[in-house]
C-alpha cells in the first residue's frame, strides 16, 4: 500500500471572527487549506441559526478557493439555487431532512456544482447504499450539528471504514469528508481510515498558529491502493 500526502483541509468560517470577515477567509487561504466550509444552520433542523446566501457571497468577494457549503437545513431544496449563485462550488444536504434524496442530488448536479451528503451521528452508513455512485462528496459529522466547539464523537472511525469499503467498489472520487471536533491529534485516526477532507473550525480559527494547524493536517499521509 502507497502512501501519498493529498488531505483536503477545509476551515469553517463557523468559528471565525465576523467583524473581520475578509482577512479571516485570507487567512484560510494563505495558511494552505484547500476549500472554506460554511456552515447554514436555520434553527429547525439544527438548534442554531448561523447566516444564509449573503455570508456566502461575502466569502466569494473574498476568494477565489472552493466553498464547501453545508446545508444543516430542513428542507434544503427550497435554498439550494440562491446558495449556488450566491458562489458555492459544492453543496452538501443532510439525509435526514431529505425526503427525495436522489432528486436533491440531481438538482444540485443541474446546477453546475458538485453534491454532497451528511450523515448525523446516529445515521447509519447504510442509508447512503443507494445514492453512493451519484454523489461526489460524503460528510461524516463526528458531533452532533448545531455548535462549533464540540468533542469528537469516536464512533465516526468505523462510519468512515465502511463508507471507504463502499467508495473502493462503487464510486472511487467521492470525497469522504468529517466535521466536528476535529484537530492535529485525532486527524491522524479519520485519515488512516479513509477520510480524505477535514473541516475544522476551532481548530484552525481558534489555534494560536492557523497556518501550523495547516502544516500538520497537511502532513497526514493518505493511503492509496
Known sequence: ME????????????????TKL???VELAEKAGADWIHCDVMDGMFVPNISFGPMIVEAVRRCTDMIIDTHLMIADPDRYIKEFVAAGSNQVTV??????????TIDFIKSCGVKAGVSLN??????????????LDLVLVMS??????????????????????QARQEVNPDLVIAI?????????????????????????????????????????ISVPTF
Not at 443532510?94 to 432528486?103: A, F, N, P, S, Y
Not at 451521528?121 to 451519484?134: N, Q, R
Open 143 to 164: 458531533v452532533n450539528p448545531g455548535f462549533g466547539g464540540q468533542k469528537f464523537i469516536k464512533n465516526a472511525i468505523e462510519k468512515i471504514k465502511k463508507i471507504d
Open 179 to 219: 466535521d466536528g471536533g476535529i484537530n492535529p491529534d485525532n486527524a491522524p485516526s479519520v485519515v488512516e481510515v479513509g477520510a480524505t477532507a477535514l473541516i475544522a473550525g476551532s481548530a484552525f480559527y481558534k489555534a494560536p498558529d492557523p497556518f501550523e494547524v495547516v502544516t500538520k493536517f497537511k502532513s
Open 94 to 103: 443532510h439525509q435526514e431532512e431529505c425526503k427525495h434524496l436522489h432528486r
Open 22 to 24: 475578509r482577512s479571516e
Open 3 to 18: 502512501k501519498q500526502s493529498n488531505v483536503l483541509v477545509a476551515p469553517s468560517i463557523l468559528s471565525a471572527d465576523f
Open 121 to 134: 451521528p446516529s445515521t447509519s452508513v447504510s442509508m447512503l447504499d443507494e445514492i453512493l455512485p451519484d
